[in-house]
């Protein structure tokens, strides 16, 4: 127990870093008004989204056993299958 007694000023100071930081970013964040927040959603959802950024809908996946099969013969260059000998 003791070896870990090197642990604790990174702890304290941790700790310390984080509640310096949600005291002072505390008031960082004010009020904004409920109506202009309503009107600036209402401008968002209503531009058009960049031609790179149209989200399409998901290709249909195969449904996958989880086992994989091999096919038992190979065709050939000529459409023929060959078997094994």
């Given at each position: 127990?003791?070896?870990?007694?090197?642990?604790?000023?990174?702890?304290?100071?941790?700790?310390?870093?984080?509640?310096?930081?949600?005291?002072?970013?505390?008031?960082?964040?004010?009020?904004?008004?409920?109506?202009?927040?309503?009107?600036?959603l209402?401008?968002?959802?209503?531009?058009?989204?960049?031609?790179?950024?149209?989200?399409?809908?998901?290709?249909?996946?195969?449904?996958?056993?989880?086992?994989?099969?091999?096919?038992?013969?190979?065709?050939?260059?000529?459409?023929?299958?060959?078997?094994?000998?």
């Amino acid at each position: 127990m003791e070896i870990l007694l090197w642990l604790v000023p990174s702890v304290v100071l941790t700790g310390a870093a984080m509640l310096w930081v949600s005291w002072v970013s505390r008031d960082g964040r004010g009020e904004v008004d409920r109506d202009v927040a309503v009107e600036r959603l209402g401008k968002a959802l209503a531009r058009d989204l960049p031609a790179g950024a149209r989200r399409t809908a998901a290709p249909a996946r195969d449904r996958s056993t989880g086992i994989a099969v091999r096919p038992s013969h190979a065709p050939g260059a000529d459409g023929t299958t060959r078997r094994a000998s």
